[in-house]
């Protein structure tokens, strides 16, 4: 399995992120519904595989809910998405090496925030809800179980939950630039990404299906919801865009003008 060295995954990262900050609206839009489409699955599986397991096998269905949950991530960097959490790094990447307007940033994140929550939505309501997937046991009290250990997390924890849970998964998506194979990016994706959903980090994408789910069954509120987004999505950002981005501009300035 071959695979790029540090200095290279930045060069890489580089064009990543000026591509993505050109990329046409009407680009932008159905690969930002298929990545919140494709995390909200890998959510989906996740609570799926866990919550069929005895419940006395409390750390082990934790795990094994951790080790399918990257399904969402693979897809979106093999079949194609446009990711938040992924764009919080990428396209600041470019823009601190100056090869991106600033502005962009904002634009980039608005619209694939609205992108993602769409297609999260439509996994939560159609599948989850509709198709009663997430509403019947003994899934329904999986769901709500992680649903309420987030939604009970003050500002600051949640905060704080988002930095270190974008920090794995941009970290990730920096891996991932730097595979040669197939192979080498499966795992470069697998492992960050379990194990943040194994520390029980807080993602915004896959918040976009975990707590719509839950108000779909009647057991949570769109203010919840909002006081919960906030401090999850503000602590992706930093995570993403300073312990990712911002370290590795520092390291490799030199080398990328």
């Known amino acids: 399995m071959g695979f790029a060295k540090p200095n290279e995954i930045a060069r890489r990262t580089l064009q990543a992120g000026l591509k993505k900050a050109g990329m046409p609206l009407a680009t932008q839009l159905p690969l930002g519904f298929a990545a919140g489409a494709f995390i909200a699955l890998g959510f989906l599986l996740s609570i799926r595989i866990s919550g069929g397991l005895p419940p006395e096998w409390a750390g082990f269905r934790g795990f094994m809910g951790a080790a399918v949950f990257p399904l969402g991530l693979i897809l979106c ?15 600041p990447f470019a823009c601190f090496a100056g090869r991106a307007p600033y502005w962009r940033i904002a634009l980039n994140w608005i619209v694939i925030t609205i992108s993602n929550f769409a297609g999260a939505l439509f996994v939560a309501y159609v599948f989850g809800h509709l198709g009663g997937m997430t509403e019947h046991e003994p899934y329904l009290t999986q ?13 600051v924890e949640a905060f704080i939950s988002g930095i270190g849970c974008n920090w794995l998964v941009s970290l990730a998506v920096w891996m991932a630039y730097g595979s040669e194979d197939g192979g080498g990016l499966v795992l470069a994706v697998w492992f960050p990404t379990m194990a943040f959903v194994a520390l029980g980090f807080q993602h915004v994408v896959a918040n976009m299906f975990l707590i719509p789910a839950a108000i779909f069954a009647g057991q949570a ?15 992706n950002a930093v995570g993403g865009s300073m312990f990712v981005a911002g370290i590795y501009r520092l390291a490799y300035r030199k080398e990328l003008h």
């Open 221 to 235: 509120t769109w203010a919840q919801y909002a006081t919960n987004f906030i401090p999850v999505f503000l602590g």
């Open 77 to 91: 960097l093999v079949a194609g998405g446009e990711l938040l959490t992924g764009n919080m790094m990428a396209v």
């Open 143 to 155: 769901m709500l179980a992680l649903t309420h250990a987030k939604l009970g997390e003050d500002f």
